[in-house]
């Protein structure tokens, strides 16, 4: 049987949240989406500028504490750059 956290839906089906464990930096775009969409604030963005120069922007896990599984942040990025994870109990 497995440890991880079960809980259910409002309409009392089984759900199981996956906690954000790693974004692929190398696929982000820095749009944004998954950080204003996530209402914990577990996301941020940070600044960086590329080999020519340009300021540009990756999404970070800023404070990973805050995270209640949601996944919403893997499903609005369109890039699939989020991976998540069970949390043992």
């Known amino acids: 049987m497995s440890e991880g956290l079960i809980y259910k839906t409002f309409?009392?089906?089984p759900w199981t949240p996956l906690f954000v464990e790693e974004i692929d930096t190398s696929k982000c775009l820095?749009?944004?989406r998954c950080v204003k969409l996530c209402v914990q604030k577990c996301l941020g963005l940070e600044s960086f500028e590329d080999d020519e120069g340009t300021e540009r922007h990756?999404?970070?896990i800023a404070?990973?504490?805050q995270c209640i599984?949601?996944?919403s942040c893997g499903s609005?990025?369109?890039r699939h750059?989020?991976?998540f994870?069970?949390?043992s109990a």
Do not use: P
């Open 11 to 13: 309409g009392g089906l």
């Open 30 to 32: 820095g749009c944004g």
């Open 58 to 60: 990756i999404a970070k």
């Open 63 to 65: 404070n990973k504490d």
């Open 69 to 71: 599984g949601c996944q």
């Open 76 to 78: 609005i990025c369109v």
């Open 81 to 83: 750059c989020y991976t």
């Open 85 to 87: 994870k069970e949390k």
